[in-house]
């Protein structure tokens, strides 16, 4: 059974930080991209942040200068370091993982809120 499991969600004041964690376990097969995406109420869920198996990545304009996508192979983790947090990253954040057999599968969410 494939697992991703997300933690580092939480409550921060605008211009904090936090750090989320996805660790993905249980596939006998290898990472292609790894993604962060987010749903905030009302909204579609959107890309946040994607990372090829070579580090190559890709941000949404919104978060350019302010987040970091970085992944541990080894570990079949990506991790999304964010700062200078505003009110309007407020969401409910996801990862994802595309296997090189042509699935993906997502995790269960971790709430990220910014107070102003």
């Known amino acids: 059974q494939v697992r991703l499991v997300e933690s580092g969600g939480g409550l921060v004041q605008a211009g904090g930080s936090l750090r989320l964690s996805c660790a993905v376990s249980?596939?006998?097969?290898?990472?292609?991209?790894m993604g962060w995406y987010r749903q905030a109420p009302g909204k579609q869920r959107e890309l946040v942040a994607i990372i090829g198996s070579g580090g190559m990545t890709n941000y949404a304009d919104s978060v350019k200068g302010r987040f970091t996508i970085s992944r541990d192979n080894a570990k079949n983790t990506v991790y999304l370091q964010m700062n200078s947090l505003k009110p309007e990253d407020t969401a409910i954040y996801y990862c994802?993982?595309?296997?090189?057999?042509?699935?993906?599968?997502w995790g269960q969410g971790t709430q990220v809120t910014v107070s102003s």
């Open positions: 249980g596939s006998i097969f290898s990472i292609n991209n």
């Open positions: 994802r993982a595309d296997f090189s057999i042509g699935t993906s599968r």
